[in-house]
């Protein structure tokens, strides 16, 4: 690490605990050990201080006086990201915005709300229930707003209902220079100048602080059902994906498991056949849609040769089979007990995945790596799991993903799908954008020219 930043002075925190307040700022070793790392395996690093902010306004402040003292400032949602995106690698200020977790605004009518940062995505939708609307992007974890937009974070169910980044209108975001400002409008369509709004969104913390965000909702759907598909092979598996994307079917959500996957979810309470899987859910406004869907989809998956298929509309039991899928990751870290797991995040054009798929095995097998494979199939996303506990098996895990991510690029996909750039994508970002790299770093520059927000992220260091 080359770059080099002003520690955090006896003034510096003088004028930090004036600013939000004594009850809002530690230096205990607790906590910054418990914002020293996110729930991925990049190696811990504390912060000087952890600052917790109440409004916007001090959020501003911080970066005021952050900048004014030449001290970095890393943005802290809830620490549920896999890639280091949120640790602190050069100390300095840890700026958590959990506490400001408000409802600012909902307006029904117009199928949005306006939220603080640090409310979490569930603890949102249960507040929104009551008027039958809700923020569809669900990374699994009970993520943060503010972490998710900074990450631009997907899941499950972005294959119908896009992205973060697709259900966001409006931001309100701090700079590092301590402006507050606002980007875009509530308005559906937007037309006026450069689109800020998008620029902040998937900028991991490096260019802004997001103080407040207006966001796209939906109905909650009257009718869902879930399915489970087991097949053969892998490829009649994934071959299936690419016909039910294809088949005009709105799916709500389109998951692959490989076997092993498939163990460790009914490790977890399902009941699952132990065969390269599909989970998919489908979201309807009537009966007789959800039916015809439901059939055209298994009867892909029998033209397929699927070896079983289980279509259900109970709830408890839909909600079994996502809440083992969305704890997939936790159970396989209790299955490999002293052991950290990598997980690769790659994503490619839906017709791509078989071939990303098939190199994946390869390349697994020809490093003598087992992995876990799972995937956000219906939008060409991919994950492997690969747990690892000595330098060697460490060493053959990195020369996978690397295969695995150069792969993806050259299939005209990307190095992350969801998880973001963070630590361990950096090193990928030239072969990935080429000549559009040096342009990030002029708009880094511009906005950050000190470089003190959440450095040594995104881009590769010297
Ligand atoms: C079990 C498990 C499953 C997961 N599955 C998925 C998945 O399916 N899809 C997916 O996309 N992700 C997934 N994730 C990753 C994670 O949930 C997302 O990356 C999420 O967006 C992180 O949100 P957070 O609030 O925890 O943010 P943090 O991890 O605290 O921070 C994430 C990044 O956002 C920045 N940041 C935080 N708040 C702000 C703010 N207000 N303004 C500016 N920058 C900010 C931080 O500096 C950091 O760069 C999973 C994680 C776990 C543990």
Redesign the pocket.
């Given at each position: 690490m080359t770059q080099r930043f002003a520690a955090v002075s006896p003034a510096l925190l003088a004028d930090l605990t004036a600013s939000v307040g004594a009850d809002n700022l530690s230096t205990t070793g607790a906590d910054l050990a418990l914002h020293a790392q996110?729930?991925g395996f990049h190696p811990a690093h504390a912060a000087e201080v952890v600052v917790w902010a109440r409004s916007a306004e001090q959020v501003a402040r911080v970066l005021r006086l952050a900048s004014q003292a030449g001290v970095p400032v890393?943005?802290?949602?809830?620490?549920?990201?896999?890639?280091g995106?949120?640790i602190p690698l050069y100390g300095g200020i840890l700026l958590s915005?959990e506490r400001m977790d408000a409802i600012v605004a909902v307006h029904a009518d117009d199928f949005q709300v306006t939220v603080q940062?640090?409310i979490?995505h569930k603890d949102l939708n249960e507040k929104l229930a009551r008027y039958g609307l809700f923020f569809p992007p669900?990374?699994?974890?009970n993520?943060?707003i503010?972490?998710?937009?900074?990450?631009?974070?997907?899941?499950?169910r972005t294959v119908k209902y896009g992205?973060?980044k697709d259900n966001v209108l409006r931001m309100q975001v701090a700079l590092p220079d301590g402006r507050l400002i606002y980007t875009g409008s509530r308005s559906v369509k937007q037309s006026a100048g450069y689109n800020l709004t998008q620029l902040?969104v998937g900028?991991?913390?490096?260019l802004?602080?997001?103080?407040e965000a207006t966001l796209k909702l939906v109905p909650v759907p009257q009718f869902m059902s879930a399915m489970i598909a087991g097949f053969a092979t892998v490829e009649a598996a994934i071959e299936t994906v690419v016909a039910v994307r294809g088949s005009g079917v709105d799916v709500a959500a389109l998951e692959f498991l490989d076997e092993t996957n498939t163990r460790a979810l009914n490790a977890a309470g399902t009941d699952i056949a132990p065969y390269p899987t599909l989970l998919l859910e489908i979201h309807a406004a009537h009966a007789g849609t959800l039916e015809q869907d439901i059939a055209i989809v298994r009867d892909l998956c029998q033209q397929a040769g699927a070896l079983s298929f289980r279509a259900t509309a109970d709830t408890a039991e839909r909600k079994v089979l996502w809440n083992a899928r969305?704890?997939a990751?936790?159970t396989l870290v209790r299955n490999h007990p002293g052991q950290k797991i990598f997980i690769m995040d790659v994503s490619v054009p839906i017709s791509a995945y078989p071939d990303l798929i098939a190199f994946s095995r390869q390349v697994l097998a020809e490093h003598g790596i087992s992995g876990y494979m799972k995937g956000?199939a219906g939008d060409g996303n991919i994950h492997v799991e690969l747990p690892f506990g000595d330098p060697d098996t460490y060493a053959r895990v990195q020369a996978v993903n690397s295969a695995i991510v150069l792969k993806a690029i050259a299939l005209g996909g990307t190095c992350t799908g969801?998880?973001?750039v963070?630590i361990g994508k950096a090193a990928y970002m030239a072969a990935e954008h080429g000549a559009a790299l040096a342009v990030m770093q002029q708009i880094k520059a511009l906005l950050d020219p000190q470089g003190i927000l959440?450095p040594g992220?995104i881009f590769p260091q010297a």
């Open positions: 996110d729930a890393t943005p802290w949602g809830v620490g549920t990201g896999l890639e995106n949120a915005l940062p640090g979490c669900d990374p699994g974890a993520a943060t503010g972490g998710m937009l900074a990450n631009n974070a997907a899941g499950i992205a973060s902040f900028s991991e913390g490096t802004g602080i997001i103080t969305h704890h990751y936790e956000h969801e998880h973001g963070g959440n992220k």
